[in-house]
């Protein structure tokens, strides 16, 4: 399907080699997975200080727009995934052009790094979502009247470069001044998300419905529960929604596909990520192939796994930095929480923690949704993350 000249992969195990673009921790993950089928995997990021940095066959301290920097790393892998799609296109192009694997596929990365070229895909492809217009700059940020949605088309990442503008005042005082998605500001009863993996033989598989509680301080997920409190419909709906982005696509890789359900019962796509994502960290535990396995069999073109749940209900708690968290993390509560028998605690290994930043999480699994979210409330009070420089 993919029109590089690649022959075929070496078979898992230490022949192969596997590049990853970005070493947090959805790399990191990924690597626990890899390590099962002893494929070493190497790694390329700006930081010294990545999460991954200890667990790679290779790493290379590097920029991941700088294209030639790209290229060096990867023109001897087999195959070459991302876990961040912040990438050089253009790197990754010449990659596969040279015959690397690149999965997802550059053109798919292009798509998603411009979240006014994804908006008119959408539209191209008829998939709900919600109406907008694209602008380039402040000055016509009235053109579709107020309250707005106004996301910046690049560079924007856990909520950054998205804000609601209420008013012509607000906008003229905080207005992003640069090309810019204007979105209808749908009324939101849920936010949702289905992740779904394809690999390049062109089989699917999709996750059920995870729903995301925010919290409106950071706009950052507060937990996530799976499955959605929606009906067996909304869920049918939903995962076939996930199936049809894919397919238009001509999707190779895992996607999450964001979404909102409105109080009036329709969903909506917001966007999507072409990787593994924070609303499927619960799979490790919750279901049958986690999503960083899954993520594998599509990059390495296996058979995929069984999105099954293994429990009635899991939930993921993101645990990030205390409002005034500096230094080294310091995680307090873990040694309590694990007294529940059901509870997972993943730390991400990085050496300094700042406030609000993503530094682990913990699942939690169990018989019914009521309980597993009476156990999210205890650890939520007891968990925190300080660092040895807070006050
Ligand atoms: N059209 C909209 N109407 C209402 N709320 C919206 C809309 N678009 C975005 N939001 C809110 O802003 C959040 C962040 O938006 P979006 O997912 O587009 O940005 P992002 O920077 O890519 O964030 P993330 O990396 O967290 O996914 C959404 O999860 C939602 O809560
Ligand atoms: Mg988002």
Request: hydrophobic letters at 40%; charged letters at 20%; proline letters at 6%.
């Amino acid at each position: 399907m993919n029109a590089s000249t690649s022959s075929p992969l070496p078979p898992v195990g230490p022949a192969l080699r596997l590049g990853v673009l970005g070493g947090g921790q959805l790399g990191r993950m990924m690597i626990q997975e890899a390590m099962n089928w002893d494929v070493r995997v190497e790694v390329m990021d700006p930081s010294r200080e990545a999460s991954c940095r200890h667990l790679t066959s290779r790493f290379v301290q590097g920029d991941l727009k700088d294209a030639e920097a790209v290229v060096a790393f990867g023109r001897d892998l087999d195959v070459l995934t991302v876990e961040i799609e912040h990438v050089s296109v253009a790197g990754l192009q010449a990659l596969a052009d040279s015959g690397v694997e690149v999965v997802p596929r550059p053109a798919h990365l292009g798509l998603i790094q411009d979240k006014g070229l994804q908006k008119q895909a959408y539209e191209r492809w008829g998939i709900p979502s919600a109406p907008y217009q694209l602008i380039e700059g402040i000055a016509d940020v009235g053109a579709m009247g107020f309250p707005i949605v106004q996301k910046l088309r690049k560079g924007g990442y856990d909520g950054k470069g998205v804000q609601v503008l209420k008013s012509a005042e607000d906008a003229a005082a905080r207005g992003f001044d640069a090309p810019c998605v204007l979105e209808h500001a749908v009324d939101i009863d849920k936010e949702l998300s289905v992740i779904v993996a394809r690999n390049a033989d062109g089989a699917s598989a999709v996750y059920p419905v995870v729903e995301s509680v925010f919290n409106p301080e950071v706009n950052l997920v507060d937990h996530l529960m799976a499955p959605a409190a929606i009906s067996e419909a909304l869920e049918a709906q939903a995962r076939q929604l996930a199936l049809d982005v894919v397919t238009s696509m001509d999707f190779v890789g895992l996607l999450a596909v964001e979404m909102f359900l409105d109080r009036e019962g329709e969903l909506w796509v917001n966007e999507v990520a072409p990787r593994t994502h924070n609303s499927g960290h619960h799979t490790i535990e919750g279901n049958v192939c986690s999503q960083f396995e899954q993520h594998l069999r599509a990059v390495l073109n296996l058979p995929l796994g069984d999105t099954s749940p293994l429990h009635p209900a899991s939930a993921m708690l993101n645990l990030i930095g205390a409002p005034d968290a500096h230094g080294t993390p310091v995680y307090e509560g873990i040694k309590e929480a694990l007294v529940l028998p059901n509870v997972h605690a993943h730390l991400y290994g990085k050496s300094t923690v700042k406030p609000h930043r993503k530094m682990g999480h913990v699942t939690v699994t169990g018989p019914d949704v009521p309980s597993v979210q009476r156990d999210v409330l205890k650890l939520r009070e007891g968990l925190r993350v300080s660092g040895t420089q807070s006050a």
